[in-house]
């Protein structure tokens, strides 16, 4: 194999909300995510340690991160920021840095349902896939922040021994 050496597996996926608490009850209450623990806050007024390694102001403040997870081995790793010039506004999937994060479900009928009823905006209805999977659906709906989550559902992955 080429590539990285050693590269296994995803361990996690982070993102930034505006409010810790409504995430908190989005990925638990609505995606069934499990809560694990928090962290923070972390500053480091006095040098570059957050510019250096983590690509944010020198003056950011990383409020909290809560650890959520999501099936068996995923993880999501959120957090809420303060920063001088922080943005606010979510990148959309045609912007750099645009980004959704693809959730597969058995029944992408029942999902959409569930999701509609809980208020969640789902984007238009579901589409099926005319490439290398025929059969395949997706449909993308926003967090409560905003950020860009997809259901996917594949004909026959989860028949016996798929």
């Known amino acids: 194999m080429s590539g990285l050496p050693g590269l296994s597996r995803l361990d996690h996926i982070g993102f930034t909300v505006p409010d810790l608490e409504q995430a908190r009850e989005f990925l638990v209450d609505v995606l069934g995510c499990e809560y694990l623990y928090s962290l923070g806050p972390f500053r480091h007024d006095d040098s570059e340690w957050m510019r250096e390694r983590l690509n944010v102001h020198p003056r950011a403040v990383m409020e ?79 967090a409560p922040w905003g950020m860009q989550f997809e259901l996917v559902s594949y004909p026959g992955a989860f028949d016996a021994g798929a």
């Open 64 to 142: 909290r991160l809560h650890f959520f997870r999501f099936g068996e081995r995923t993880l999501f790793e959120v957090f809420q920021y303060s920063a001088p010039g922080q943005r606010a506004e979510v990148p959309a999937n045609s912007d750099v840095g645009g980004h959704h994060v693809a959730l597969c479900v058995e029944d992408l009928d029942a999902a959409v349902a569930y999701l509609r009823g809980r208020g969640i905006r789902v984007l238009g209805e579901p589409s099926a896939s005319m490439g290398p999977v025929p059969g395949k659906r997706w449909v993308y709906f926003l």
